[in-house]
T-cell receptor, first 114, second 114 residues
């Protein structure tokens, strides 16, 4: 079965600092990979996704992630954190060929300090 | 274009009761998926409907059921409520299934079981 690991549950950065949220997955075949963000009292919003092709994926709000098959990783980065980035971030994986049944990581709460 | 809507947004029930949650997908979307979000278990896939048929089901007891109508609106029902059913229930819709289509999430229904 596919699974997603997000180590830790909380990360704190200063405004302007690099944001790095780690995600590792287990899958017997290359999966589709997603990063979602959830703001308080809201649903999830897609930041970016990897399906096939270019391994460096750019998303909304300045985020990007790189798919590394050899490391089974899909880490999310942003060069400079903004206060508005404070939210919870979820990495998710789906079986090849569909995005309807997502397996999510536990989530990472990002705090941005002024 | 209106987003995914879920009603009601908040619900309080007592153990043993049953509850029905509603989800209206984005116009034209035919696939609707449901997820349960709890602090302990995180986000877990419940089921997915496409063209009024359940296509995928997660690992939840039979007390959890759902259906989809011809206009793609979906309902999920939980019978004989337990305290552990307290959660945020999220609905997501996408245009296709079996592809890389983004899932658009609603704001969720927060269910509290007393």
């Amino acid at each position: 079965a596919q699974s997603v690991t997000q180590l830790g549950s909380h990360v704190s950065v200063s405004e302007g600092a690099l944001v790095l949220l780690r995600c590792n997955y287990s899958s017997s075949v290359p999966p589709y990979l997603f990063w979602y963000v959830q703001y308080p009292n809201q649903g999830l919003q897609l930041l970016l996704k990897y399906t096939t092709g270019a391994t460096l994926v750019k998303g909304i709000n300045g985020f990007e992630a790189e798919f590394k098959k050899s490391e089974t990783s899909f880490h999310l980065t942003k060069p400079s954190a903004h206060m508005s980035d404070a939210a919870e971030y979820f990495c998710a994986v789906s079986p090849q060929g569909g995005s309807e049944k997502l397996v999510f990581g536990k989530g990472m709460k990002l705090t941005v300090n002024p | 274009k209106a987003g995914v809507t879920q009603t009601p947004r908040y619900l309080i029930k007592t153990r043993g009761q049953q509850v029905t949650l509603s989800c209206s997908p984005i116009s034209g979307h035919r696939s609707v998926s449901w997820y349960q979000q709890t602090p302990g278990q995180g986000l877990q896939f419940l089921f997915e409907y496409f063209s009024e048929t359940q296509r995928n089901k997660g690992n939840f007891p039979g007390r959890f059921s759902g259906r989809q109508f011809s206009n793609s609106r979906s309902e999920m029902n939980v019978s004989t409520l337990e305290l552990g059913d307290s959660a945020l229930y999220l609905c997501a819709s996408s245009f296709f299934r079996g592809g890389t289509d983004e899932q658009f999430f609603g704001p969720g229904t927060r269910l509290t079981v007393l």
